[in-house]
């Protein structure tokens, strides 16, 4: 079983739609990543997080670090969201006494207009 | 345009040359790092350098050796790689270290014959 596990694997969705991707975890994290891949390998970092809530235009992500859960929601969703949305951890490596960051399988979302 | 960008964007290399990947940020950061991505396999970290120090090698094979010459520059010099080398690999850099947000580079594309 991954440390970070991402549902849904593949997503689609109609132009317009709300969109939820799920991230859970399995280990303390200091912090959570959320990054987006688009076809051909660009990475962008969407958000980090710790706690709480963050929002940037129609992105939002939240996290429940008791549960150890985040969700990424894509309101009024568009084709050019279409893209891999990556969660990433990092927590402490207790062997090491460094940190790790750990990263899902992603979840391929297609939008259709 | 990140401001990380990374040369070639493509490269085919037989099992016996030696070749380099390079990296360079123009965001005054501190920190960068070499990401591996396989198909239909989570991103795996393989080196960060924070402030020229090497301070994360999460058990790479020595045919990936990494230099940092300085806070902006980053290679990673190949040589006698295997098939299942070929991967996406993807450079990164932060402001500090894991806990900052990071911005990637396009990625080169490594085919090994």
């Known amino acids: 079983k991954n440390e970070v596990e991402q549902s849904p694997q593949n997503l689609t969705a109609q132009e317009g739609e709300f969109i939820t991707i799920n991230c859970s975890y399995s280990v303390g994290i200091s912090a959570l990543h959320w990054l987006q891949q688009h076809p051909g390998g660009g990475i962008v970092s969407l958000f980090m997080?710790?706690?709480g809530k963050k929002k940037h235009g129609r992105l939002i992500a939240t996290i429940n670090i008791q549960e150890k859960h985040s969700s990424l929601h894509i309101t009024a969703s568009h084709p050019r969201d279409s893209a891999v949305y990556i969660c990433?951890?990092?927590?402490?490596?207790?062997?090491?006494?460094?940190?790790?960051?750990?990263f899902g399988e992603g979840t391929q979302l297609t939008v259709n207009p | 345009e990140t401001g990380v960008t990374q040369t070639p964007r493509h490269l085919v290399m037989g099992m016996t040359n030696k070749k380099s990947l390079k990296c360079e940020q123009h965001l005054g950061h501190n920190a960068m790092y070499w990401y591996k991505q396989s198909a239909k396999k989570p991103l795996e970290l393989m080196f960060v350098y924070n402030f020229k120090e090497q301070t994360e090698n999460n058990s790479v094979p020595s045919r990936f050796s990494p230099e940092c010459p300085n806070s902006s520059h980053l290679f990673l010099h190949l040589h006698t790689l295997q098939p299942e080398d070929s991967a996406l690999y993807l450079c990164?850099?932060?402001?500090?270290?894991?806990?900052?947000?990071?911005?990637f580079g396009p990625g080169t594309r490594l085919t090994v014959t």
């Open positions: 990433a951890v990092r927590s402490d490596d207790v062997e090491t006494s460094g940190s790790r960051l750990t």
């Open positions: 990164a850099s932060s402001q500090g270290d894991l806990y900052y947000e990071q911005y």
């Open positions: 997080l710790s706690s």
